[in-house]
């Protein structure tokens, strides 16, 4: 039997589930219970599989539901894309792009593109938001993001991945620093000193607190800034060390009284990557958006 359902049915399935009971679900779709047991039932019918175990305490999802709630969680967020896009056309804007990115890519790569884009783009907007790569690997995957830009082996199935940049994160001490002359180092032993670090909220942050809490440690953080050139700044005063990435630490190298010592851990050599989840649906401007990133980025510097 062909499976016929709609927008309502996919609503109520959805506020069903979110409150665990049928009752509630109804009353969130302004039903009556009566017409929402219905519509439950001849969905269930229609599709020839169970979505939901009914018992006495409310209502749970069975291995076909839940598989259900996920794809109707995308159709109802695709719906509410789509009508702020057409929102767009209403306020004179011709597109919107969503897109996230790591902390690498957020202070060195995007700032020389994005311009280039947007000034032969003007009736496009991008709405531009740093994360740590496996929320936005999740976040593309959903269909929440049109773009995002991942770096490290975070796992991309399912999405088409187009390499982008390499870069390495590395470790800066002033010249003075007891570690400045050595050539390589583990994390590890690093993590001894104290550390000049980027705020809480950024994504590199986080990525080197787990670093250091996989190795039963913490980072002794002296300070906290909000860029690459003032942790620099602050790593030149002796405040403490820090890792950033090479592009990063080499440019400021140039004019500050800094070192770099190369990181041994496997983590810090980062090849990032392009994220979507189909070049082909893509609107046109965001396709070439995602061409201009990869066919232009090797001339960041």
Same mark, same amino acid.
């Given at each position: 039997m062909a499976a016929h359902f709609d927008l309502p049915d996919i609503r109520l399935f959805v506020n069903i589930a979110e409150a665990?009971?049928?009752? @509630?679900?109804?009353? @969130?779709?302004?039903?009556?219970? +009566?017409?929402?047991?219905?519509?439950?039932?001849?969905?269930?019918?229609?599709?020839?599989?169970?979505?939901?175990? @009914?018992?006495?305490?409310?209502?749970?999802?069975? +291995? +076909?539901?839940?598989?259900?709630?996920?794809?109707? @969680?995308?159709?109802?967020?695709?719906l509410t894309d789509l009508r702020g896009d057409l929102a767009e056309y209403v306020n004179g804007s011709r597109g919107h792009v969503r897109m996230l990115a790591n902390t690498t890519s957020m202070a060195e790569f995007l700032p020389a593109l994005l311009p280039r884009f947007l000034a032969s783009h003007p009736d496009v907007n991008i709405d531009l938001k740093e994360r740590l790569s496996n929320d936005i690997v999740r976040a593309v995957s959903e269909g929440k993001v049109e773009i995002g830009i991942v770096a490290g082996n975070v796992r991309t199935e399912g999405l088409e991945a187009i390499p982008f940049r390499e870069d390495r994160l590395v470790l800066v001490t002033a010249e003075s620093h007891e570690l400045a002359g050595r050539g390589r180092i583990e994390f590890s032993e690093a993590l001894a000193h104290d550390f000049v670090g980027m705020l809480e909220a950024s994504a590199i942050h986080t990525f080197l607190a787990q670093a250091a809490n996989e190795l039963n440690q913490q980072i002794k953080i002296r300070i906290q800034v909000g860029n690459f050139e003032a942790a620099c700044r602050m790593i030149e005063s002796n405040v403490g060390i820090g890792v950033v990435p090479f592009s990063a630490a080499s440019r400021h190298a140039r004019s500050m009284r800094i070192k770099t010592v190369e990181l041994s851990d496997e983590w810090a050599v980062r090849k990032l990557q392009v994220c979507v989840r189909s070049m082909q649906s893509l609107p046109a401007f965001a396709r070439e958006l995602v061409e201009l990133l990869v066919a232009e980025a090797h001339e960041v510097v």
């Open positions: 665990n009971s049928l009752t @509630r679900g109804a009353e @969130r779709s302004h039903m009556s219970l +009566p017409a929402a047991s219905i519509r439950i039932k001849n969905l269930e019918e229609g599709l020839g599989v169970k979505l939901l175990y @009914r018992t006495s305490q409310g209502v749970t999802l069975t +291995p +076909p539901g839940q598989a259900f709630m996920h794809h109707a @969680r995308l159709v109802l967020q695709q």
